[in-house]
């Protein structure tokens, strides 16, 4: 997932209202349970930074690779 903004000011505003958002993502198919999102990241992340690109995976049940 990328998160873009052009202006450097709001780019940085905005990346530290959206800290945990990897947390809160998640994919859902028509109207079966939510899939949240795993983060795989390589690198820890500080609790007073996040960044604008976010390596996530999803683990799909049977029913919902099928719907």
Excluded at 33 to 60: C, G, P, Q, W
């Amino acid at each position: 997932m990328m998160i873009e903004y052009d202006d450097p000011a709001v780019r940085k505003r905005e990346l530290a209202r959206l800290i945990g958002i990897e947390d809160r993502t998640y994919v859902q198919v028509d109207g079966l349970d939510k899939v949240y999102a795993i983060a795989d990241e390589d690198l820890e992340r500080e609790t007073m930074r996040n960044s604008s690109v976010h390596f996530l995976r999803f683990e799909f049940a049977p029913a919902i690779s099928t719907a």
